[in-house]
């Protein structure tokens, strides 16, 4: 044993540093170490999010927003988020602030590098490329392999490519994003184009898919350039910045890979939303209670899975792998039945049952219903 430590927390993305920072809010004098080989391709992302006014990251936010659209090719929804903001942080920016903010504690250490397996039982040793540690509990952000071997779990990736643009002429509206566009379609998949407009002259312009199976990156780059000059008019305009990534939206139960002494969190804890992909809030919510159970001596996963959505994300995400070009129809049901206040809060899972029945039911069909039987027997 080289050095001993009360929590290991491997991986310093999304998950991992918003559970370092809440145990750093809480002054906890656990001897916590973070380890992560920290290679830069796999940290920049954007991570968008809304939440009610004033929140604990808006000194990080790059941009923020309080209207957007949703847009089919026969109908235009505008999004007035009163109370609600949707915002971007850099995730560069947001894992430079836990570091920063970690290194000036003395119970907090940081080791750059590749962890190669964990063993143990009662006390967990982690190997790494050129050292070894051990701690009492690990926090893991690694995937397990046996999820990209399942055949049981319906999957979808999200998976995307966008380009933040810049041009000469004022071409954006600050104020306003696009959440969904269905005017620009890929046949027979969910697929959609998201606008984050920056400033009048700058913008992120990214097309996504809910679907099976990824595509190339010229089919991206073809819808990409189709977008800009077909449906925002613009001729004549730069790359400053590429993004891409793909996101599991399944119904896998990542928590069985939970061992003694040892905790999936993120991604492979099943932290992402299974029917949208959103992480960042969902992650910050899940580190709170993480918290909360180690702190209070609970069994680690007392309420970090809430059922009810579970069942509500198994059935979407059914409904959208039997038939992914259902898709468009499905979301612009939900976005035009329903206030964004109450998608938000839906999708944040902070509704009563009864809420849940009137923003479901005018999404009710033949497809939903067929989901909610099968999930349910």
């Keep these: 044993m080289d050095h001993h430590y009360d929590i290991a927390i491997i991986g310093?993305?999304?998950?991992?540093?918003?559970?370092?920072?809440?145990?750093?809010?809480?002054?906890?004098?656990?001897?916590?170490?973070?380890?992560?080989?920290?290679?830069?391709?796999?940290?920049?992302?954007?991570?968008?999010?809304?939440?009610?006014?004033?929140?604990?990251?808006?000194?990080l936010i790059s941009h923020s927003w309080n209207k957007g659209s949703f847009i089919m090719p026969d109908n235009f929804i505008n999004l007035d988020l009163e109370n609600y903001v949707y915002k971007t942080i850099e995730s560069p920016d947001f894992i430079a602030f836990a570091q920063a903010q970690l290194q000036q504690t003395s119970n907090y250490f940081l080791i750059e590098e590749k962890v190669e397996r964990v063993t143990g039982d009662e006390i967990k040793t982690i190997h790494c490329e050129s050292t070894h540690l051990t701690a009492n509990l690990v926090l893991d952000s690694r995937i397990d392999p046996a999820f990209y071997s399942d055949k049981k779990a319906t999957t979808l990736l999200q998976h995307f490519k966008g380009w933040v643009i810049n041009t000469e002429k004022s071409v954006f509206n600050p104020k306003d994003f696009v959440m969904m566009d269905y005017r620009l379609r890929d046949a027979g998949t969910t697929c959609f184009t998201y606008v984050l407009p920056y400033s009048t002259t700058e913008a992120l312009v990214e097309f996504t898919y809910f679907s099976k199976d990824v595509v190339s990156d010229d089919t991206y780059d073809k819808y990409l350039k189709e977008y800009i000059s077909n449906f925002l008019k613009i001729k004549n305009y730069s790359i400053s910045k590429t993004e891409q990534g793909i996101i599991p939206m399944t119904t896998y139960r990542f928590e069985q890979h939970h061992q003694k002494k040892l905790f999936k969190i993120g991604t492979a804890g099943g932290w992402v939303k299974p029917s949208t992909g959103y992480s960042f809030k969902m992650s910050e919510k899940k580190a709170t209670q993480l918290v909360d159970n180690i702190l209070a001596n609970r069994e680690l996963h007392h309420h970090m899975i809430s059922k009810k959505f579970r069942f509500y994300d198994d059935i979407m995400l059914d409904v959208l792998h039997s038939d992914n070009s259902r898709g468009p129809q499905v979301f612009h049901t939900l976005y035009k039945k329903n206030s964004i206040q109450n998608i938000f809060s839906f999708l944040d899972e902070e509704t009563s049952f009864g809420q849940d029945i009137s923003i479901m039911l005018p999404m009710t069909s033949k497809p939903f219903l067929s989901a909610f039987f099968k999930k349910l027997f």
């Design 12 to 59: 310093m993305g999304c998950a991992g540093s918003h559970v370092a920072l809440e145990l750093l809010r809480r002054k906890s004098n656990l001897k916590i170490v973070i380890i992560d080989d920290f290679k830069a391709n796999s940290l920049e992302k954007t991570w968008s999010f809304w939440e009610k006014g004033k929140g604990r990251w808006d000194h």
